[in-house]
């Protein structure tokens, strides 16, 4: 790896692995590579196996949401790491903080509307998004308007659950408020578990927050079970009923109430709203508590 890549700086670090920016030399391009914490000394064997056969199969993935790999292996301190272009653009976190009372609903339609797209061509080739950060979004300007964005680490989550020393559905560094409550038994339903992570995810770009954003996990995920999420309009007020009825169901608890598919729900998905309201907040953020 060293002999190849030219670490220029660290740009993020957390609980997962970090994130630098470097020269590939081979091809005098600026690229990012993302470094997994996942091993503690020499991986085994199977564990490495698979994980160059997750990497197999997100590389065969083109599509132009989503950020490509480049390279992958493992490097001399036993740390997994992938390869991709540099980019340019914003993340949503950056949206978030220059708009700490929510995006606007425009924009959030704009973004569950390409992700629904994308979503249902990869679904045709096996793979599913179930886990999803605000950093993981990348939004570059259009010039007929709006964002085009692009997912960042598409499958990442799959690589993180093959850490070995601990049970898989612990290893989840995600925020525990948009992880589907049939995550919690490891049973994850495809499309309809993708589903409930888009209306969490957006249930949280819209209010600006998430009630059960600080929980742990255990508790959060009870609460997904039953469906303890106060409603969204509880948040603001400009949110058309069409959209807001729509967005429901994608957040039920229970999975076959949801729409049966990524396509049924794209095709139901109301048109966006023809103008962009600021969000106006229509009462305090409910605050969760941790189960006693």
């Known amino acids: 790896m060293r002999e190849r890549y030219e670490i220029i700086k660290k740009v993020d670090s957390g609980g997962t692995g970090s994130v630098y920016k470097a020269l590939d030399r081979m091809y005098e391009r600026k690229v990012v590579i993302r470094c997994f914490h996942m091993f503690r000394g020499e991986p085994k064997p199977s564990s490495v196996n698979r994980f160059f ?65 994308v979503l249902c061509e990869l679904e045709t080739q096996g793979v599913f998004l179930h886990a999803l950060s605000a950093n993981s979004i990348l939004a570059q300007p259009k010039p007929s308007g709006g964002y085009h964005h692009i997912l960042t680490d ?97 957040i039920l608890p229970e999975p076959t109430e949801r729409y049966h598919s990524l396509k049924q729900a794209l095709q139901l998905m109301p048109p966006a709203p023809k103008r962009v309201y600021g969000p106006r907040k229509a009462r305090p953020p409910v605050k969760m508590r941790q189960s006693q």
């Open 53 to 117: 056969q997750i990497i197999g199969e997100l590389s065969s993935v083109s599509h132009s949401h989503v950020l490509p790999i480049l390279d992958a292996g493992i490097n001399a301190r036993h740390q997994p790491y992938v390869v991709s272009p540099s980019h340019k653009g914003r993340t949503i976190t950056d949206f978030l903080k220059e708009n700490p009372r929510g995006l606007s609903v425009l924009h959030v339609h704009q973004l569950l509307f390409q992700l629904l797209e």
């Open 154 to 250: 598409l499958g990442h989550s799959r690589l993180i659950s093959i850490r070995e020393g601990r049970p898989v559905k612990c290893v989840h560094p995600l925020d525990s408020a948009l992880l589907a409550p049939e995550l919690a038994d490891d049973k994850p339903l495809g499309s309809v578990t993708s589903l409930y992570l888009l209306g969490q995810f957006s249930y949280w770009l819209l209010a600006g927050c998430h009630p059960l954003s600080h929980l742990e996990l255990p508790t959060a995920y009870a609460k997904h079970k039953v469906g303890e999420c106060p409603p969204l309009i509880g948040y603001r007020t400009d949110i058309p009923d069409d959209f807001y009825q729509w967005h429901k169901r994608l």
